[in-house]
Structure formats: structure tokens, C-alpha cells
């Protein structure tokens, strides 16, 4: 309703996403948006043939995984009071189900509205939305408000993020934060300002070259490597080839000793071999 409402105000690009990584709390179906703006008289600048592809390949790997597929889901008022974004919102369902506290997402949204109304109602993006949804987070988790705070929001106290925002907070709220030890030390606090030649003294060396430094320097050396030891990608053979699919599905099987295929030239013949036929039983 929301791109709609839009359309019909005169704005001419709007944020969609491509099944099955849309709906719940992703954007909306492109191809929904494209099919109700044609509903409105609009005529969407979208070749829609080119696209579906995408969604037959990724749909196909989601099923294949056991991956959840996005479904539509229902209205939400509270979405209007807590404005978590809602790429924060799964990565707080994740967060929180791996520490097996899953059932804890509506408690911390809940959290989330009184947290944003004690530092005086900031804009719900990066970074804003990660300091409040954070902090609620561990207010929940904890079972004290504000037992434990992120130096994040101590900088945000202190006004490092502008005093107007500083000053907006709740009196009582601000100084709980700023009363602990913690908030002393960074109240001494300046930026780093590296110069190019500290960063490639301390994160750089012998043909390093300028975007691995970047990286470095952002992420941390050791992330950095924990990323290239992961190794490229999974590949995955497209949903568009289905032979390709039906011989790795007949690779999986254990019931059968020996398959095999004939369609007209195309002649396929798979053995398992004596030992994982006897490994099986």
C-alpha cells in the first residue's frame, strides 16, 4: 500500500525485491508491485522475462536448502511505533534464535519503542537504529535496563553524534549511562585520524595492495582472513537446467544400485560402486 500511495503522489522509483527474497519483513514482490501499478494505470519501466529467471534459480536453491521462502504477512500497527528497519529485524531474529532466545524478538521490538523515546526519538537508520535496537536488546536479554551499554551509545550520550541528539535524551536515562566508569574514559575519547602511512604501517605490509588495506582496516586482519579461508562460494547449477538437477538428486538416492536413463541420443547409466553399495546397509 505504502508503493502505491507513492505511485499515486508522482514518485517514479521505487524499492522492491525479487521472490523468494521478498515479503516478510524483506520489500515487496517486484513482480506485485509491477502487476497493481499496471492495476493503477501506471505502466511499469520493468522487463519482467529478464528477471524471473533470477527468481526460478534462487527459489530453487531455497527449496533445496530447507531455506524459508518470504511470504506476504499481515499488517503490523506496531511496525509504525518501533520503526526497526527490517533488514535490522532479521538480523535480530537470527542473533537472537542462536542464542536460543527466538521468542524474545517481540519483547525487544516492544523495548525498542520505549528505548527510542528515552534518547529523544532519533531517526530509525544507520546508524541510529543499530544504537536503540542494540541496546534494547540487551536491556531484554539481561532482564535490567540498562545494566550493560555499547560505547556506542555512551558516545551518543556524550553528544560525539551531536549534541542536539545528546540533549534530547531523557535526563534520568543519560545519566544512568554517563555515570558509569566506562563513560569517563571516552569522555576523553578523541577519533583516531590515521594517516595513510600509520595504516599501511600497522594493517599493510609487503604487497598488500590498496583494497586489500581497505579491507583491513575496516573489517580487521583477522576477519579478513576468516573470509578468504571460507573459500568462493557455493556453486549451484541453474534451476533452468533440470537435467543437471535430476543427476544430483539421483546421486543422493540409496535405494538403487545402478540407474539408468535413455531419451532419445541422450544415454545416462549410474553405478554406485561394490563398496559404498555394501557401506550403505
Not at 93 to 121: C, I, M, N, S
Not at 124 to 138: D, E, H, K, N
Not at 250 to 271: A, M, P, V
Request: proline share 6%; aromatic share 6%; glycine share 8%.
Amino acid at each position: 500500500m505504502c508503493l502505491l500511495e507513492a505511485m499515486k503522489m508522482g514518485i517514479t522509483t521505487v524499492n522492491t525485491a525479487i521472490p523468494p527474497l521478498a515479503y516478510g519483513s524483506s520489500h515487496t514482490s517486484v513482480f506485485n508491485a509491477a502487476r497493481n501499478a499496471r492495476a493503477l494505470g501506471y505502466t511499469p519501466m520493468l522487463d519482467e522475462q529478464a528477471i524471473r529467471p533470477v527468481t526460478e534459480h534462487f527459489t530453487s536453491i531455497a527449496q533445496r536448502e530447507g531455506l524459508p521462502i518470504g511470504a506476504p504477512v499481515e499488517y503490523d500497527s506496531a511496525y509504525y511505533l518501533h520503526q526497526v528497519p527490517g533488514g535490522m529485524i532479521s538480523n535480530l531474529r537470527h542473533q537472537l534464535a542462536q542464542l536460543g532466545l527466538e521468542e524474545k524478538l517481540h519483547e525487544v521490538l516492544e523495548e525498542t519503542v520505549r528505548v527510542r523515546a528515552e534518547f529523544g526519538y532519533p531517526i530509525m537508520v544507520t546508524p541510529y537504529s543499530q544504537f536503540v535496537g542494540v541496546q534494547a536488546a540487551m536491556n531484554v536479554i539481561l532482564g535490567e535496563r540498562y545494566k550493560e551499554v555499547t560505547d556506542e551509545v555512551i558516545h551518543y550520550a556524550l553528544g560525539l553524534r551531536g549534541k542536539e541528539e545528546a540533549d534530547s535524551m531523557d535526563p534520568s536515562v543519560r545519566d544512568t549511562i554517563l555515570a558509569r566508569p566506562r563513560a569517563r574514559e571516552l569522555a576523553r575519547w578523541t577519533p583516531p585520524e590515521p594517516s595513510v602511512e600509520e595504516v599501511r604501517k600497522k594493517w599493510g605490509g609487503p604487497g598488500v595492495s590498496d583494497d586489500e588495506l581497505l579491507l583491513r582496516y575496516l573489517a580487521g586482519v583477522e576477519e579478513v582472513a576468516a573470509m578468504r579461508a571460507a573459500g568462493p562460494p557455493k556453486e549451484y547449477a541453474s534451476a533452468r537446467h533440470p537435467l543437471v538437477t535430476l543427476i544430483r538428486e539421483l546421486t543422493t538416492q540409496n535405494r538403487w544400485r545402478s540407474i539408468h536413463i535413455q531419451k532419445g541420443d541422450l544415454s545416462l547409466h549410474l553405478e554406485k560402486r561394490r563398496e559404498e553399495v555394501s557401506g550403505s546397509h
